[in-house]
């Protein structure tokens, strides 16, 4: 069992920045790809980023790529989110999640954050 806990969101202006991190509980963080994903008002459901259980894989939403950085610490058992050049379109409820095993962009996740929002204004 993991237990995840976001945090780090806020209201910011456009080309701002943030740095969301989450939190997991469990011995077993290492074991786990992790994954950043958010949720717009009246959308679906959408993949951000994700890191491999070393962190020596990543992969980005083209939509974010270039400005968003995720990482992870696991002797911390945390991974982060840092978001730069935000805009408008990025404002939605960031969620982590958490994947025994490989790297994945799709919503097939184990284990799953209650989610922060992050609003950016104009």
């Known amino acids: 069992q993991v237990q995840l806990v976001e945090s780090g969101g806020g209201l910011v202006q456009a080309g701002g920045s943030l740095r969301l991190s989450c939190a997991a509980s469990g011995r077993t963080f290492s074991s786990y790809a992790m994954g950043w994903f958010r949720q717009a008002p009246g959308k679906e459901r959408e993949f951000v980023a994700a890191i491999s259980w070393s962190g020596g894989n990543t992969h980005y939403a083209d939509s974010v790529k270039g400005r968003f950085t995720i990482s992870r610490d696991n002797a911390k058992n945390t991974v982060y989110l840092q978001m730069n050049s935000l805009k408008p379109e990025d404002t939605a409820v960031y969620y982590c999640?958490?994947?025994?095993?490989?790297?994945?962009?799709?919503?097939?996740?184990?284990?799953w954050g209650q989610g922060t929002q992050v609003t950016v204004s104009q």
């Open positions: 999640a958490a994947r025994f095993g490989t790297i994945a962009t799709n919503l097939l996740y184990d284990y």
